[in-house]
């Protein structure tokens, strides 16, 4: 098992585009949303050191955590599917051998992201967070769950995930979060743009807004030729909206 990619540079601009998704390590895109471990990767060496502890609120199929075993940082990862923390625990369970520095392994545990009381304040030196983007991938029949909402009401809660995350992050500490937008009859729904402002309110400045074009996206053979019959454009980027807690 590679436990590293063939090819990686850090990430310079605010493009990022990762084409070959990457598959070191156990990663895979069988978790439905992931995002690419480009991203943590990048994050986490730009903004931690050895050490460190990372959060991941929205931890999904692993792919934050497995970059932090790689990486040597402490992950604590949450998400309100039992099924996903199942999922990413089995991803976690590898061997590394001897490093440079020491090597942690990741705390995963069921929990909600509007919910950090497991977590001190001012405890974190990085927090990742990829939510479910409103209703657009259902992810549970739980009420609870953020990806059943519609978009106002996704808002309204996440803004208590954004009160949750500024609370325990430290002052100077970057909180990443990616999002994307939507499309309602043919119409752009700006959910990314909304998302800023609530995690503005909460707090936190705005550092960088990084571009993340999508590739290999499922839904994109399916949606090419209703596009092109209707008039309307692919969605093929997300947002990484990078925020600081400030000192």
């Known amino acids: 098992m590679e436990l590293d990619p063939k090819v990686f540079e850090e990430a310079t601009t605010t493009l990022w585009s990762f084409p070959d998704r990457g598959n070191w390590a156990t990663h895979e895109g069988t978790y439905r949303g992931n995002w690419s471990p480009y991203v943590p990767r990048n994050l986490i060496l730009k903004y931690t050191h050895p050490g460190d502890r990372v959060l991941d609120c929205f931890v999904g199929g692993g792919t934050t955590a497995i970059e932090c075993k790689l990486l040597g940082r402490r992950c604590m990862g949450l998400d309100i599917n039992e099924a996903a923390i199942t999922e990413a625990q089995g991803k976690v369970n590898f061997k590394m051998p001897a490093q440079d520095y020491e090597i942690f392994e990741p705390v995963l545990k069921v929990g909600d992201a509007r919910d950090l009381s497991v977590v001190p304040n001012d405890y974190v030196d990085l927090l990742c967070a990829h939510p479910p983007y409103a209703n657009a991938i259902r992810y549970t029949k ?86 092109q019959k209707l008039g309307f454009l692919l969605l093929a980027h997300e947002y990484l909206f990078i925020f600081e807690k400030p000192k």
């Open 142 to 227: 739980l009420d609870a769950d953020l990806s059943r909402l519609e978009v106002k009401a996704f808002l309204q809660e996440m803004a208590t995930v954004a009160c949750e995350s500024y609370r325990v992050v430290k002052p100077g500490v970057i909180c990443a979060v990616l999002i994307g937008d939507l499309r309602k009859n043919k119409r752009v729904v700006p959910l990314g743009f909304w998302l800023v402002d609530v995690y503005l309110s909460a707090g936190f400045v705005l550092k960088e807004i990084a571009i993340k074009a999508q590739h290999n996206c499922q839904a994109t053979d399916a949606w090419r030729e209703k596009a």
